[in-house]
């Protein structure tokens, strides 16, 4: 099957793998036309998209620029890392459980604190962080 893939407006995904250490001498096909929106968001009505400011998350590789892709539908679980309100601002952190049972919103990064969420504190969970989104060219690269 022939295309001409400079006249397609989705980008398109190639059929194998890119191996990260030695070259692989595989041959690469073209397989089907790459929608993001089918491969990171999986209930539409309930997913958002945030943009993070600050570098509590870089030990996630999560940095200041990145794009999260938010699922309000899902549950957070211990470990995953999600979007909290505490005391009315939101954050990205991982959620934690305590043996205790208790609640952590943990950094990312040895230069913050974890934050222990007591019982007085107004906490939820706004979205569980499904993938994240980060850019080498930040410049306006279209014509």
Not at 16 to 42: C, M, Q, R
Not at 124 to 142: M, N
Request: aromatic share 10%; glycine share 8%.
């Amino acid at each position: 099957m022939e295309t001409n893939m400079e006249q397609q407006d989705t980008p398109w995904l190639a059929s194998g793998n890119v191996v990260a250490g030695f070259p692989s001498p595989a041959e690469t096909y073209v397989e089907k036309p790459l929608d993001l929106n089918n491969l990171l968001i999986y209930r539409p009505a309930a997913t958002f998209f945030v943009r993070v400011c600050g570098d509590s998350m870089t030990g996630a590789g999560i940095q200041s620029g990145d794009i999260l892709v938010v699922d309000k539908s899902l549950t957070a679980r211990d470990g995953s890392i999600i979007i909290a309100v505490l005391d009315g601002d939101f954050t990205v952190k991982q959620f934690r459980r305590g043996r205790d049972g208790s609640a952590w919103l943990v950094p990312a990064n040895p230069q913050f604190q974890p934050i222990n969420v007591t019982e007085r504190q107004d906490f939820s969970v706004f979205g569980v962080v499904t993938a994240f989104i980060h850019q080498f060219i930040h410049e306006h690269v279209r014509n």
